[in-house]
């Protein structure tokens, strides 16, 4: 194979080849001068121009060198293929990992749920998972907007480092009709979801080692976004009506930004007085501060209108309102919007293009037809009408059995209860959870969204995507293993 091989090889390689092993043999010492590319050529039979494709090889390794007038010689350099080969034969250990940087260390992927026990036989109705589930009418509605759009167009575009124009005017029509927010389209940046918007807003505000309160509890990709970028925490206890800045203000003192859910908080469902939100607003005047409005699950209400969002209240530029589209659309829908003031405009739109240049683009046209049209907002009532019944259901069955040894809070907004059930103390919680699943009930804790643990267990239990009569259910099995666990 390896006479097969060398016969292959161009005349020159192995020209360069067998020059090669004698200057590593030794047979060529260094400084020594080799045969002119002429004599070279009539020696070995074969044209000039070959020899001298063979020394140039050997000179671009590092082997021979050329000089005018005078003739090639065996270089005084290392040869490459012999530094190369000592290498091989005399491995350095390596360190067990290259160095990084204090983001990389300080970054957390989310947590792996660790291994169920095994559920009981028969159904096992899920009340951990958080999502709205979509209908066949908006798959239907998105496929044909698809369609339409494919037609019209030979190929997609590249995306907008903004966002596409025709999705911009959409949302701002739609702020507009529903949640009575004037904004025009230069003042949205449309991003690959609510996360990146986090990060986004992270980078351009905070340096390490800044201040960034954040509500307690709150999602834990709130603090841990802020926390990778070396960010103090300041945590604000969340009351049944929401942060209250006349509490936190000391300890706020010097912050950067404060990051507030204050439609639907996440995961306690508070929503927060007007007066609590203009009393934010002068707090951040008065401190130099950023506020940023998470505008989580807000559009799923029912019952109730929305109050007057911090953007709409802010006459000073001081509200980052943040909202995605992946739970009211589907959750493989990685697009949301970020409403940023003129001043911080550039310097979004700058951290971003570092990010992506933009987000995909052949979505945002999609989702853009879906909003004009009107599907978006019939979607979104349709999916509010059927939340409501669905949350009566499961707190009111809770309620029948555990009464006052249950405290739930969100019924406005949202797909989720907050439940404490303060009788159980946080040392209880897996065996609760193990109880449950053997109902058939598969429950997650609320303990990962708490910066400091509460003594008693909290849950958050997702409805949104289940029956009225799994609901019933599942609330009857919780609630006995809620009693079970209290009697052990």
């Not at 028969?122 to 239907?140: M, T, W, Y």
């Not at 000391?250 to 306690?268: E, I, K, M, N, Y």
């Not at 019944?389 to 499961?394: G, K, N, S, T």
């Not at 009225?468 to 099995?477: F, I, M, Y």
């Amino acid at each position: 194979m390896a006479n097969r091989r060398q016969n292959d090889e161009p005349m020159y390689a192995r020209i360069a080849e067998s020059i090669r092993r004698d200057i590593d043999g030794g047979r060529f010492k260094v400084r020594a001068r080799l045969p002119g590319s002429r004599s070279m050529a009539v020696a070995l039979g074969v044209s000039r121009t070959v020899v001298l494709m063979a020394y140039d090889q050997l000179e671009s390794e590092g082997y021979l060198d050329s000089q005018s007038g005078s003739g090639t010689y065996v270089s005084a350099r290392p040869a490459r293929a012999s530094a190369c080969a000592t290498l091989v034969e005399e491995p350095v250990e390596a360190p067990e990992a290259p160095r990084l940087s204090r983001l990389a260390r300080r970054a957390v992927l989310p947590a792996v749920p660790e291994a169920e026990p095994p559920a009981a036989e028969g159904e096992v109705i899920d009340l951990a998972q958080p999502r709205v589930k979509s209908d066949r009418r908006s798959l239907k509605a998105w496929m044909q907007n698809l369609t339409a759009l494919l037609r019209r167009r030979d190929a997609p575009d590249f995306p907008e480092l903004q966002g596409a124009l025709d999705l911009r005017k959409a949302v701002a029509g739609y702020l507009g009709v529903e949640r009575a927010i004037a904004v025009d389209p230069d003042d949205i940046l449309i991003v690959s979801g609510a996360q990146q918007a986090r990060d986004l807003i992270a980078r351009v505000l905070l340096d390490e080692g800044d201040g960034a309160g954040v509500e307690e509890p709150c999602h834990w990709s709130v603090r841990h976004t802020y926390e990778a970028m070396g960010a103090r925490l300041v945590p604000c206890q969340v009351g049944p009506h929401g942060m209250d800045i006349d509490r936190h203000a000391a300890a706020l003192d010097g912050v950067r930004l404060v990051s507030v859910a204050p439609s639907f908080q996440f995961p306690t469902g508070v929503v927060m007085p007007e007066e609590r939100r203009r009393a934010l607003l002068q707090w951040a005047y008065a401190h130099d501060a950023c506020l940023v409005e998470d505008d989580f699950d807000c559009e799923h209400r029912f019952g109730v209108r929305a109050l007057p969002s911090l953007w709409s209240l802010d006459r000073h530029g001081r509200v980052i309102h943040v909202s995605s589209f992946a739970r009211s659309m589907f959750p493989a829908l990685q697009l949301g919007y970020m409403l940023v003031p003129r001043a911080l405009r550039e310097r979004f739109l700058a951290v971003k293009w570092l990010a992506d240049r933009g987000s995909i683009s052949m979505q945002q046209h999609v989702l853009a037809a879906c909003i004009s049209s009107g599907q978006y907002l019939r979607d979104l009532r349709r999916i509010a009408h059927r939340l409501a019944p669905r949350h009566r259901a499961l707190h009111d069955t809770l309620q029948a059995r555990l009464g006052d040894a249950m405290e739930v809070t969100g019924s406005v907004a949202g797909g989720s209860l907050f439940v404490r059930l303060p009788r159980l103390p946080l040392s209880a919680t897996g065996t609760l959870l193990a109880e449950a699943l053997a109902r058939g009930v598969r429950i997650r804790s609320a303990e990962r969204f708490h910066r400091v643990p509460p003594d008693h267990v909290t849950l958050v239990l997702s409805y949104a995507g289940l029956s009225e009569t799994s609901l019933k259910r599942a609330g009857a099995r919780l609630a006995e293993a809620c009693l079970a666990v209290a009697n052990a």
